[in-house]
């Protein structure tokens, strides 16, 4: 078993630029992160922007979250019909899941596992599951950059349930990790952030970023629609393969480009596993 390393800076790794391949597709999932509030302290604008995306990403009560805030938003996402899956993330409320942490094997699994499970059983109540996982934070950068961590994680989701899909951005670590582990990956674009050529994101920059926050998102969601490719900070295009669109929630800016960015995808759906229908499909011929 590893040591565990918290709050300690890792040795680089090498990675391979990222390989994309893909065409433009006109049914694309548009997903958000919500619950992401405790106690009084709350996101003002989660309501208004879920008649806009077709899933959710809910948190756990690791970097956010607390048992209540994830009820109520499991009933607004039963009342928009919204694909629900979990938002994990570094158990460090301070920081909201941003700070870096490294845990062992065993403790990154547990963590998963128990974050999984608190948002279970508040399903399993209403009759709903999860349909997919997204990591946070820090936590979500290691998915692209760190096979342990991807491995680890992946390998915990099979644990709880095959049927899951692991949405990260696309990249040669969360595609081998999710290989290895025999469950889907949903490739994810940050539609509100600039790339490099090589397909990883840059830093979030408010003067850069957050000056034509809509006009910028737009045009990258146009040009991916029309396109297949997204231009980088150097003014290259990459194309990408992706099965959603992750969009910030927030913001009042953040509730109209989702409003702006629903109009652009003719017939949006929600993320699914293909062996779903042909289960359904099988079950149903069963007299």
Known sequence: M????????????SIDPIQVTGIPKKNLDINCDVGQGFGIYQNQF???ILPYVTSINIACGGHAGDPYTM???????????LGIGALIGYNYLPG???NEMYLDVDELRAMVLYQLGAL????HSKGLDIRHV??????YRQLYTDLLTA???AKAIAEFSRWIILVGLNGPVLTKACTNTNIKMGQEILINRRYRKDGTILPYSPTIDGKNFIE????????????GRIACEDKTKIRVDVDTIHLPSDTVDSVELARTIRAMITDPKPLHLEKYDNYFANFSTVK
């Open 151 to 153: 491995e680890t994680v």
């Open 2 to 13: 590893q040591r565990r390393r918290q709050f300690q800076r890792p040795r680089s790794r």
């Open 46 to 48: 989660e309501e208004k």
């Open 71 to 81: 009820a109520r938003v499991i009933d607004m996402a039963r009342k928009y019909n």
């Open 96 to 98: 909201s899941g941003q």
């Open 120 to 123: 279970y059983g508040l399903l």
């Open 216 to 227: 910028d998102s737009t045009k990258r969601v146009r040009e991916l629609l029309q396109t």
């Open 134 to 139: 997204r990591a946070h934070g820090f936590l």
